[in-house]
């Protein structure tokens, strides 16, 4: 493949920075002199580099990769959280007061502050316990699933805040 010696370094550059970070970050930065054949290694004037100029070269490109990727992923991030209410992460936490179970539609408070609704699901203790640990899993299709300390069944939640 012949490229046309009009062809600058930037554009070249360019496609060498963001193209990884458009695979994922797992992507290993590749050499420049791995990258383009004899031919497109002239046409850009990369051959007459030195080799420290090269390694040189090669670590700001891959600096500069790793740079872009960063702050893709950090990006993409804040956009998904966005979307989404709540990170998908178990959330552990204790609830406020005593405890009697719950129905769908009860709001139950957690001493992290936030508030879950129980959309399905029924538990009822005939003795009050008072703030037991729970723990709360996220499930398939942005379901969540709450479960008390000691009690066999879950309830399906959704965050209020």
């Known amino acids: 493949m012949r490229v046309p010696s009009s062809l600058t370094l930037a554009p070249l550059f360019a ?19 791995q990258r383009f054949n004899a031919d497109q290694l002239k046409a ?22 790793t740079a872009v990727v960063t702050d ?16 998908p ?19 139950l408070e957690l001493e992290n502050g936030q508030r879950w609704r129980v959309i ?14 729970v723990t709360i899993r996220p499930g398939m299709m942005g379901s969540w699933y709450l479960e008390a300390e000691g009690q066999t069944p879950k309830a399906k939640v959704t965050r209020l805040d």
């Open 15 to 33: 496609i060498a920075l963001v193209a990884p970070a458009a695979f994922g970050a797992e992507r290993a930065y590749v050499p420049v002199e």
């Open 44 to 65: 850009t004037g990369l051959d007459t580099l030195s080799a420290q100029q090269l390694q040189l070269l090669n670590q700001l490109l891959s600096q500069d990769q």
């Open 72 to 87: 893709t992923v950090k990006q993409v991030r804040s956009e998904r959280k966005g979307l989404a209410r709540v990170d």
């Open 89 to 107: 992460e178990v959330v552990s936490s204790t609830l406020k007061g005593e405890f009697r179970g719950w129905s769908s539609g009860t709001v």
């Open 120 to 133: 399905d699901g029924n538990l009822y203790l005939g003795k009050p316990q008072p703030a037991p640990k």
